[in-house]
């Protein structure tokens, strides 16, 4: 770089003088596009002086929210993905385009729009609980049950940043489902039990595969500032690197009882919190074991929004054997037919 930023006064003194700038030449008649490209561009560019410099050459990748449909990860980021099993995206969306996303998620939790049997359920207490006793609502497939929600802008960014994180394994990732969250406040009992979320889903043998892989990103978006007080995600470091299944079992008595699964985590693992502000997303694999906490916040709910990419191949595997991840599907964690050992509950103790 020509210049040195030294403080951070500097650094925001700068920033304002571009800021100014893109307003005046905004007032010369730049569309609406324009001016909102530019504001990413300007998020951008304090991204890169904030990192310590530009190269020189003018071809540099801008890394965050860049455009409507884009947001560009790091080569680190994608190395932390694929390494630790989770990774926190701040500020991915901004205030107004989470607030529609929120308008929506309210109606599904109010019953505002009619998702059916076990889709609409608790996943911390067994089916058949009253709703006003749920400390976790959830809803299977928000965007098959609401159409207008697919495509929206939360999908079309999170389709471009679940390409990157799997460019090198030359893999196709499309959306497999979508799924809508809320702990209530003052839940205590609303917890996400430990989990890796292939010990619910069928693995390559159960579903035929020709291709080995089981590539997966699931992104969650924080409707709602999420921390440790309200239940953020927790997860165990490292734990899904082996790519192997732990042993699970039901949280409830059985799976005709309730959807929920369990393994079991050791004291000297490394567990860390996921916090996210709203309007951030993680993004976790699908052999990390993680979970989540209750909410012990006397008045803030905890919305999140799940999107889970896969491999193409993988998804239409799925399909062939009639596994969508709706809760009422036929074909399930207790049904699929590959003779794996984390399904067996004799051997969880
Ligand atoms: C991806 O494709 C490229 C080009 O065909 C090839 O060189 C590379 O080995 C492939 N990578 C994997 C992980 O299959
Ligand atoms: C798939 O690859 C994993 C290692 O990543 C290996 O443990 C497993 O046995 C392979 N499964 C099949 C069906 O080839
Ligand atoms: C939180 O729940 C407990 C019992 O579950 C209740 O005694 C308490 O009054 C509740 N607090 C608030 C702020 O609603």
Redesign the pocket.
């Known amino acids: 770089m020509a210049f040195n930023i030294r403080t951070s006064a500097q650094l925001l003194l700068l920033l304002s003088l571009i800021h100014f700038c893109s307003a005046v030449w905004c007032g010369f008649g730049a569309s609406a596009f324009h001016r909102h490209s530019y504001k990413y561009e300007i998020a951008s560019l304090q991204n890169n002086l904030l990192r310590g410099g530009d190269q020189d050459d003018s071809t540099e990748r801008k890394y965050g929210r860049v455009s409507q449909n884009e947001y560009f990860l790091t080569p680190d980021q994608i190395e932390a993905f694929h390494r630790d099993g989770c990774i926190t995206l701040e500020h991915v969306l901004t205030e107004e385009e989470v607030e529609p996303l929120c308008a929506i998620f309210d109606r599904f939790v109010n019953g505002g729009v009619a998702v059916p049997g076990k889709d609409f359920c608790d996943m911390s207490q067994p089916f058949g609980t009253p709703y006003d006793e749920w400390n976790l609502v959830n809803c299977m497939l928000p965007s098959r049950y609401f159409p207008p929600l697919q495509n929206n802008i939360y999908e079309r960014i999170t389709n471009h940043i679940a390409a990157q994180l799997f460019q090198s394994h030359n893999h196709t990732m499309v959306k497999d489902y979508d799924q809508l969250l809320n702990k209530r406040?003052?839940?205590?009992a609303a917890v996400f039990a430990w989990h890796q979320d292939m010990a619910y889903w069928p693995g390559v043998e159960a579903l035929h595969m020709h291709v080995n892989t089981t590539a997966t990103c699931t992104f969650s978006l924080a409707l709602d500032d999420s921390d440790e007080e309200n239940g953020c995600l927790r997860y165990v470091e490292g734990s899904g690197a082996t790519k192997t299944l732990r042993p699970h079992r039901p949280v409830n008595q059985n799976r005709e009882k309730g959807h929920a699964l369990i393994t079991d985590v050791r004291d000297d693992e490394p567990i860390r919190l996921a916090p996210a502000r709203k309007g951030s997303i993680t993004i976790h694999d699908e052999y990390v074991v993680h979970g989540s906490g209750g909410n012990n916040s006397?008045?803030r709910q905890r919305r999140t929004y799940v999107l889970a990419y896969r491999a193409q191949e993988i998804v239409e595997a799925e399909r062939r054997i009639g596994f969508t991840h709706s809760h009422n599907d036929q074909v399930n964690w207790d049904t699929f037919e590959d003779g794996a050992s984390h399904r067996n509950p004799q051997k969880t103790k």
């Open positions: 406040p003052n839940r205590t006397p008045r």
